[in-house]
């Protein structure tokens, strides 16, 4: 079955600097990438999803890189503020199961 | 504010009680998830219902009991349950039942088994 695996668990950044996550998937037959963010006391909200048919999105701040051929993909925030402070969860999916990241808990120091 | 509605936000209950647990959607969606989180863990799939039918059962004991009664609630019932059955638990809605669908999430029950 599909193993995803996310990194860093945890990330301290300065506000204004940029974040990086990082996830790898096994499944070559995955075809989409969602990424959720939870806030505490809240329930998982998605923020951005890419397609196996390209490479990157953007939307605002934030960015989702898709390499299929090393069958790994990233999320970037730029310009980091204290309300991207939450948990965010990659995951990948094919036609049969979508597989979740571990979390990354995004810490933005004031 | 979230389409989708789950009580009660906090539940502690003994291994010989039995509760429930309810989801509303509103959203118009046609599927219904069961998530189970754990701290530090990737979110279980627990059941899938679409169009009210159960299309997926991923190994949960019998002690969790969903139920569908039309196509905006999902109840999870709980009996006899086990301290490591404590967890957040989330319900989910999307469009279709497919898994390239983005899901729609409550704000879950945190639920406490002494």
């Known amino acids: 079955g599909e193993n995803v695996e996310q990194h860093p668990s945890t990330l301290s950044v300065q506000e204004g600097d940029s974040a990086v996550i990082k996830c790898t998937y096994s499944?070559?037959?995955?075809?989409?990438f969602p990424w959720y963010k939870q806030e505490l006391g809240k329930g998982p909200q998605l923020i951005i999803d890419i397609r196996s048919n390209v490479g990157e999105k953007k939307d605002q701040r934030i960015a989702v890189t898709l390499n299929k051929t090393a069958k790994h993909f990233s999320l970037h925030i730029t310009e980091t503020q204290p309300e991207d402070s939450a948990v965010y969860f990659c995951a990948a999916s094919n036609d049969y199961k979508l597989s979740f990241g571990a979390g990354t808990t995004v810490t933005v120091r004031a | 504010e979230t389409g989708v509605t789950q009580t009660p936000r906090h539940l502690v209950m003994g291994m010989t009680n039995k509760k429930s647990l309810k989801c509303e959607q509103h959203?118009?969606?046609?599927?219904m998830y069961w998530y189970k989180q754990s701290a530090k863990k990737p979110l279980e799939l627990m059941f899938v219902?679409?169009?009210?039918?159960?299309?997926e059962n991923n190994s949960v004991p019998s002690r969790f009991s969903p139920e569908c009664p039309n196509s905006s609630h999902l109840f999870l019932h709980l009996h006899t349950l086990q301290p490591e059955d404590s967890a957040l638990y989330l319900c989910?809605?999307?469009?279709?039942?497919?898994?390239?669908?983005?899901?729609?999430f409550g704000n879950g029950t945190r639920l406490t088994v002494t």
């Open positions: 959203l118009g969606h046609n599927a």
């Open positions: 989910a809605s999307s469009p279709l039942r497919s898994n390239n669908s983005p899901l729609h």
């Open positions: 219902y679409s169009l009210e039918e159960r299309v």
């Open positions: 499944d070559s037959a995955s075809n989409y």
